[in-house]
């Protein structure tokens, strides 16, 4: 019985600890004024930005790429220096979430390394493919919304467009209840993933096709084929 007793009091307080932390995160939130909701959608908006910044075109079932920040780079200085002020727009959603300035501070320094090695021709385009200040500032801003908000749902901020556009389906669709399937939900979100792919089978493809080519007129011409 005692042992029976211990059992409940210890899945009671585990329970009263839970309860515990939901308001905690409710308390916090309200603390600056914001919702579970508005907290996702702008986290959604920051990761839109970052890819459209840092892996807009990206390689298949990764988050690695490159966006318009390499791009910009292409352009001496001018380029680089208006690359600068547009990550300063992430800077400010994350404020807006509640992340304290010196938690952004590796954000910050990243962005100012890319933008004086993006000043270097050539390498620094190569470069801003793996210096990519606005997606680490996602990373920051998302770290801070799990432990402070309790927020651990990534999808939102890894495919935003795509995201936003299923949520639309969802709520505003007639047909809301196919787009809720999981499954098709999740085939939704991959698109890019798939496309990708068969971009890859038909360069690969054409690749192939071109070095046979080559290949047999070369054989042609030696009399080796």
């Given at each position: 019985?005692?042992?029976?007793?211990?059992?409940?009091?210890?899945?009671?307080?585990?329970?009263?600890?839970?309860?515990?932390?939901?308001?905690?995160?409710?308390?916090?939130?309200?603390?600056?004024?914001?919702?579970?909701?508005?907290?996702?959608?702008?986290?959604?908006?920051?990761?839109?930005?970052?890819?459209?910044?840092?892996?807009?075109?990206?390689?298949?079932?990764?988050?690695?790429?490159?966006?318009?920040?390499?791009?910009?780079?292409?352009?001496?200085?001018?380029?680089?220096?208006?690359?600068?002020?547009?990550?300063?727009?992430?800077?400010?959603?994350?404020?807006?979430?509640?992340?304290?300035?010196?938690?952004?501070?590796?954000?910050?320094?990243?962005?100012?390394?890319?933008?004086?090695?993006?000043?270097?021709?050539?390498?620094?385009?190569?470069?801003?493919?793996?210096?990519?200040?606005?997606?680490?500032?996602?990373?920051?801003?998302?770290?801070?919304?799990?432990?402070?908000?309790?927020?651990?749902?990534?999808?939102?901020?890894?495919?935003?467009?795509?995201?936003?556009?299923?949520?639309?389906?969802?709520?505003?669709?007639?047909?809301?209840?196919?787009?809720?399937n999981p499954i098709v939900a999740w085939l939704y979100l991959h698109i890019p993933d798939f496309l990708g792919l068969l971009v890859i089978v038909f360069v690969g493809w054409g690749l192939w096709t071109v070095i046979?080519?080559?290949?047999?007129?070369?054989?042609?011409?030696?009399?080796?084929?």
């Amino acid at each position: 019985m005692d042992k029976f007793d211990k059992l409940l009091k210890f899945k009671s307080k585990k329970l009263s600890d839970t309860n515990a932390s939901v308001v905690d995160y409710q308390a916090k939130l309200a603390e600056h004024g914001l919702t579970r909701e508005q907290v996702i959608a702008t986290e959604r908006k920051l990761a839109k930005f970052a890819n459209t910044m840092d892996s807009l075109v990206r390689v298949p079932f990764t988050k690695q790429g490159m966006g318009a920040d390499a791009a910009l780079s292409t352009i001496p200085l001018a380029g680089d220096l208006a690359g600068l002020a547009l990550t300063s727009y992430a800077f400010i959603l994350g404020r807006q979430l509640g992340v304290p300035a010196h938690k952004m501070t590796p954000a910050v320094r990243l962005a100012l390394i890319d933008m004086v090695v993006g000043i270097v021709p050539g390498i620094g385009t190569l470069l801003d493919i793996f210096i990519r200040p606005s997606r680490k500032t996602l990373g920051i801003v998302h770290e801070h919304l799990h432990h402070e908000y309790g927020i651990t749902e990534t999808m939102h901020m890894d495919r935003p467009f795509l995201h936003q556009s299923l949520e639309d389906k969802q709520q505003q669709s007639r047909f809301g209840f196919f787009w809720r399937n999981p499954i098709v939900a999740w085939l939704y979100l991959h698109i890019p993933d798939f496309l990708g792919l068969l971009v890859i089978v038909f360069v690969g493809w054409g690749l192939w096709t071109v070095i046979s080519w080559l290949v047999g007129m070369f054989g042609q011409s030696t009399g080796f084929g």
